[in-house]
């Protein structure tokens, strides 16, 4: 089919397109996207995450999606067994005790944030405050670091990787200029050479406060190697800020812009948890999760043959009308809304809950003290598999 969506127009307006899509069909090859196959319904989204012996994550090299890892192996771009091995280690860490263990010391990093001089300046001045830079970045970097036991120090340097990597991490890979490669490159070194000095000394003190600690102790049998340690660390960062940072401000950006949706949640903060799943369902920062094609497969009535790669179109497949009623809606009470966003099947988000909660107070916490928030200005960047920003401000309002 002749259908790109990949176009700066569609990239910042997705939705004509998309519905075009569907109703091509719920799996349609695109020439003009060089035969990748786009995968639009709930149903063979969900199909093709769940089976990884038919839709391998090797999609891409891990020096393709990220080059800082250089040849070590991560959970993301491997397919189980190697897979299992790499994520049970992570799981038995980080569990759900150990991410509700973090909810007081995130509301905190939350007040200090929006309580920070410059900020509450801005603010009070009624001009466009930088709500981007200052809070909603701010917050999953400074949380992951804390997980995992980086002194405070440091933390300027573990922003400073972070965001180099993340320039790469969420575009298409094909679409990220080399300078950036390259800067990624060094911090990604950098920082994997940190994280194993950081390893060796929990190894020396056998100390166990922190997430890098747990995962030494757990891997005393050596099960992975220090470079895969570090690189499982990078992970998390890469996986978790963004991604996290981009749901905060789409979030603040559609209350601004649904009134009613925000007056429910300033009568009823408690409504602001299923509203964070509403963000994600109605515009994904995940946008796509990438798959290869093993063996010659049938899906959605169309022959894919090895090799071939699939885009699961998870911002498709959470409006698909026969999935979600009033799919076009965005409704911040919205009950049962099973939404991609996360994945599904072996790759399933980690952080899931982790990000939930993040996002649920950063919302509370922001509304709490500027109901009547306006948008200034707002900017996503042109980048397709996610939606991230470049600029997103706000004045106080009223
Ligand atoms: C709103 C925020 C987030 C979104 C939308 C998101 C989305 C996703 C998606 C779609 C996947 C699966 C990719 C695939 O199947 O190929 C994934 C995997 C993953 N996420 Fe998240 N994520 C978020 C936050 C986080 C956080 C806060 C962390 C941890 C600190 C995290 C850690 C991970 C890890 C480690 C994986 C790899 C799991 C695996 O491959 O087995 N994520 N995430």
Request: aromatic letters at 8%; hydrophobic letters at 40%; a negative charge.
């Amino acid at each position: 089919m002749d259908i790109n969506i990949v176009t700066p127009e569609s990239v910042i307006d997705p939705w004509p397109l998309l519905k075009e899509l569907r109703g091509a069909g719920p799996v349609v090859r695109s020439e003009p996207m060089g035969g990748v196959w786009l995968v639009s319904s709930y149903e063979h989204c969900r199909e093709v995450l769940l089976d990884y012996k038919r839709f391998s994550n090797t999609v891409f090299a891990s020096t393709d999606f990220g080059p800082w890892f250089e040849g070590t192996d991560t959970m993301v771009h491997t397919d189980p067994p190697d897979h299992t091995r790499l994520r049970s280690m992570v799981q038995k860490v980080f569990t759900y005790r150990s991410v509700q263990q973090l909810e007081p010391r995130i509301h905190q990093i939350i007040e200090e944030l929006l309580s920070a001089p410059e900020f509450v300046d801005g603010m009070a001045s009624g001009e466009a405050t930088d709500v981007l830079g200052q809070f909603t970045s701010a917050l999953p970097t400074t949380v992951i670091a804390e997980l995992l036991g980086i002194p405070s120090a440091d933390r300027k340097l573990f922003y400073r990787w972070a965001e180099s990597m993340m320039r790469c991490i969420l575009a298409d890979p094909r679409l990220v200029p080399q300078e950036h490669i390259d800067a990624a490159v060094v911090s990604g070194r950098e920082m994997l050479e940190y994280l194993q000095a950081e390893i060796a000394e929990r190894r020396r003190s056998g100390a166990t406060e922190d997430l890098i600690g747990r995962l030494v102790k757990e891997n005393a049998g050596g099960a992975l190697s220090d470079e895969e340690l570090a690189a499982t660390c990078v992970t998390l960062l890469v996986a978790g800020s963004d991604t996290t940072t981009s749901t905060t401000t789409t979030m603040l950006s559609h209350l601004a812009h649904h009134p009613d949706q925000r007056d429910r949640l300033l009568a009823d903060p408690e409504l602001t948890g299923s509203g964070v799943d509403e963000t994600l369902r109605y515009d994904p920062t995940a946008r796509v999760n990438f798959r290869k094609v093993l063996g010659d497969v049938e899906l959605g009535g169309q022959r894919l043959s090895d090799g071939d790669i699939v885009w699961v179109l998870v911002i498709a497949a959470n409006r698909d009308p026969a999935r979600f009623e009033r799919p076009d809606q965005y409704d911040v009470g919205r009950s049962p809304n099973q939404h991609l966003t996360f994945g599904q099947g072996p790759h399933l988000c980690l952080g899931a809950q982790l990000a939930r909660m993040e996002v649920r107070h950063a919302v509370n916490a922001f509304l709490a003290r500027w109901p009547a928030y306006k948008v200034v200005d707002r900017r996503p960047s042109p980048a397709y598999a996610a939606l991230t920003w470049e600029a997103f401000t706000v004045a106080a309002g009223r």
